[in-house]
């Protein structure tokens, strides 16, 4: 009790991650033994694979953490197949590359881009070695329409699901897809950063979410109509940004 704020006025959000996504998902793991859960999904994220060493990471990649978040989600993770393992509990894995979309935090990519785009200023993109970084972008939306559909379609009780936009595209390939969403052209400024730097691990982020469309999965919206969606709410609700 008396080192507990000690330790986070220390570390911060850091500690809080780990509370969070390790000592609260075993909590919820113990709930489900003791209650009979049919189903624990546990969010997992494209982070938790390192930087992107081929087009795109398949389910079951050696971890290759660059941050505390990924390593605490890897962590939860593990503790899933743990508790799988030993207690017969049934897992959904689902890990979560980066999303767009209503409602998103003011601080990513997007909305950032967005905002810019609004107040004719140029985009901050980042590349190293000459590569703009990028993500399988897709919607929010699209996050729930996979977990249901991975719910409907999990044959096994403990298996891996990657949850992403079906193309990888650089963040310039966004920012102009953006740009032309909102009628404008796009200016932007680019900035490069040294290969080995954490900043050139995390600009490049791929997971392969091919399971889902061998299992029949298919988008009821293409990206260009789930960017306009957005782009549309936020001229409707535009204390947002």
């Given amino acids: 009790i008396i080192c507990f704020p000690v330790t986070i006025s220390c570390f911060g959000d850091r500690i809080g991650i780990v509370y969070d996504n390790v000592l609260g998902t ?3 793991l113990e709930y489900a033994k003791r209650k ?7 969010y997992g994220a494209a982070e938790s694979y ?41 897992v959904s894995i689902i890990h979560i590359a980066n999303t767009f979309g209503e409602r998103c935090q003011k601080t990513r990519f997007p909305i ?25 972008w897709f919607h929010a939306h699209d996050v729930a329409l996979h977990t ?3 719910l409907d379609n999990q044959t096994e009780d403990f298996e891996k699901w990657n949850s992403a936009g079906r193309e ?12 032309k969403a909102k009628g404008k052209d796009l200016e932007y400024n680019l900035s490069s950063v040294h290969p080995e730097s954490h900043t050139a691990q995390l600009i490049f982020n791929s997971i392969d979410p091919d399971k889902l469309y061998f299992c029949g999965y298919q988008y009821k919206f293409t ?3 789930r960017l306009s969606q957005m782009v549309e709410w936020y001229k409707m609700n535009p204390s947002w940004l």
Avoid at 58 to 73: E, L, M, Q, V
């Fill in 26 to 28: 075993v909590n919820l």
């Fill in 36 to 42: 009979d859960v049919p189903r624990f999904v546990f």
């Fill in 50 to 90: 390192g930087r992107l060493r081929n087009t795109a990471e398949p389910i079951g990649a050696p971890y290759d953490c660059y941050s505390p978040y990924a390593a605490s989600k890897a962590s939860g993770e593990e503790f899933c197949s743990a508790y799988s393992k030993s207690f017969g509990i049934k």
């Fill in 112 to 136: 950032v881009a967005m905002k810019q785009i609004m107040n004719n200023e140029p985009v901050q993109l980042v590349a190293t070695d000459g590569h703009i970084g990028g993500r399988r």
């Fill in 148 to 150: 249901r559909f991975i």
């Fill in 168 to 179: 990888y595209m650089s963040n310039l390939v966004f920012a102009v897809q953006l740009a």
């Fill in 223 to 225: 990206f260009e109509e």
